[in-house]
DNA sequence: CTTCCGTGATAACCATGGGCTATGGATGTG
DNA sequence: CACATCCATAGCCCATGGTTATCACGGAAG
């Protein structure tokens, strides 16, 4: 059984306006096309996805069953889009930069540029924000060819890296925060407040950013998932949770309202330019060595 | 940007094929319009997908970056048409019966299904055989409401289980193989041979029936993977590897040119009926209750 | 060299799909 | 009662995706 992706597109609007004229403007359609739509996949489906009351629009059963596979499938298809994207940039010798968070840091993605246009004169760079959901930020879907990415990472053995930066964590604090006027603050102090999370894709990094390792084993508190700098703002001052962010980071958040205090009892975390393990291609190659020729170095192990 | 799954299987077929004339056989279409549209394809994802000389057909760098994700969202979206065939069946009283292999074992299923009737006559059991790549057996997507699967699973906290046999675990061997005329084997015989194993998407499921807590830290070896009983039987004729299963399973896979020895040295397996533990309707309790009646016993824990 | 076969591309055609505007009917609200 | 709101329907139009017939090219065979 077949579907458009923008049938699904239609379906998950509706079902989070519970609104077909509202869905339709922010659709970009009328509303009668988009009517007609949902109707056409009800159909194909063989099962109404709505209950509409002249007041009222509700999910029926089937319709809170379709909803998650619904989201799901458009979010591969937008992961399939940037592979495509990043691989034809490849045949053009331009590389996907993927970033989790800005490299920042005074100028480091400069220094790499500059040292690869030495070799490569004709190499581009695309940059590209990844969402923080991929904790690989789209090196393992194919999505970018080299990414600035945290340590640890999930899938870790299909990974290189150098490490950018070592640096210690930082809490981020709304400043009306009873805890916004200390200079220092304890981790132990933090147990008991909601925190802001990496959604739960993100797997051991996750973890590492809630600090369940000096958690004693006692569950932490989820405020919010979050998965960009924009919206980690919001719900900072929106007062959903506190958060943890490395030291390099601190001006991401920095604006009004919010405030970082450094945190004592956490190991520091460790900022990583990453590339696949079995990509072969001298382009990528050549970044990473222009990387490590601006200081980045290679992991310990 | 939007796409028609119908565009992503013909993608995907062509993938497979890399001939359009006989791809477009295997689709049930003309080859004219196959063709027509893996070029709308590729226009809109503004790059060229295959390479076509008069002789043969290959996959540019582009389509095999697309490749693996198509699959993908064809999946995906195979899931969600079950998922709401399931929701749809709910809603007529009936139950979809998920099974990672078949319950077997006597005559279970009828026991459970005559005790269910008894409380609810117009229930209507369907049973659905489902892909090994899912160790809840369609459980956790929601594309069944009670299955039959084995212990341990990777979700387990989503989920609550009646335990309906436990059994020791049999090896499967092709009857040419050096140990099939041993009476028992011990499972140190057997740590050099390649193992046929579950998808890794299997989990803790997939590591509990290649055994590897009684491998001593070192990796099992893997001869193929395997998602349904047929692909297995062939597998093991093939000598592609062994493998373990329940001994209640010994049945499906002992036809010509396979035997099935007992293994010293293995914990029991684990044969269970589970449901999702956020399910409250009365007839996904009702099915547990038959099982319990009919003799499957809660988990010791 | 000519002929023929197998391949994918193209052309011409047609039914359907998916969009639009205009309108209808039901339900609350002033 | 008049009016606003909101989803469904009707009628229209063009792009899409399917068909069959045909072409253009390369290799194999005569």
Redesign the pocket.
């Known amino acids: 059984m077949d579907v458009?992706s923008?049938?699904l597109r239609?379906f998950v609007a509706v079902a989070q306006e519970?609104?077909?004229?509202?869905a339709?403007e922010a659709l970009?359609?009328?509303?009668?096309?988009?009517?007609?739509?949902?109707?056409?996949l009800e159909r194909t489906l063989g099962a109404p996805l709505?209950e509409?009351?002249?007041?009222?629009?509700r999910l029926t059963a089937v319709g809170a069953a379709l909803l998650p596979h619904a989201r799901r499938v458009l979010e591969q298809w937008e992961q399939a889009v940037h592979a495509v994207a990043a691989a034809r940039a490849a045949l053009d010798g331009r590389l996907v930069v993927g970033m989790s968070t800005g490299p920042g840091r005074g100028g480091m993605l400069p220094a790499i540029r500059s040292r690869l246009t030495a070799e490569y004169p004709d190499a581009q760079l695309v940059l590209r924000q990844v969402d923080w959901a991929d904790p690989s930020a789209g090196l393992v879907d194919g999505s970018s060819d080299v990414a600035f990415l945290w340590l640890p990472q999930p899938e870790a053995r299909r990974l290189r890296w150098l490490v950018v930066a070592e640096e210690p964590r930082l809490v981020a604090l709304p400043e009306t925060h009873r805890l916004a006027g200390c200079e220092v603050v304890e981790f132990a102090e933090l147990l008991d407040e909601p925190f802001l999370a990496l959604p739960g894709s993100a797997g051991v990094l996750r973890d590492y950013w809630l600090a369940v390792d000096q958690r004693g084993g006692r569950e932490p508190l989820v405020g919010a998932e979050i998965s960009g700098v924009d919206e980690t703002y919001e719900a900072l001052v929106g007062g959903q949770g506190v958060c943890l962010l490395g030291a390099g980071n601190a001006p991401l958040l920095t604006r009004g309202g919010v405030v970082t205090r450094p945190v004592r009892g956490l190991s520091p975390s460790r900022f990583a330019l990453a590339w696949r393990a079995d990509d072969t291609r001298p382009l990528v190659h050549a970044f990473a060595r222009a990387a490590q020729a601006a200081g980045c170095r290679p992991p310990a192990a």
Chains 1, 2 share one sequence.
Do not use: N
């Open positions: 458009h923008r049938d239609y519970l609104h077909f004229t509202r339709a970009f359609v009328s509303q009668p096309a988009l009517s007609k739509q949902i109707r056409m709505f509409r009351d002249r007041r009222e629009v």
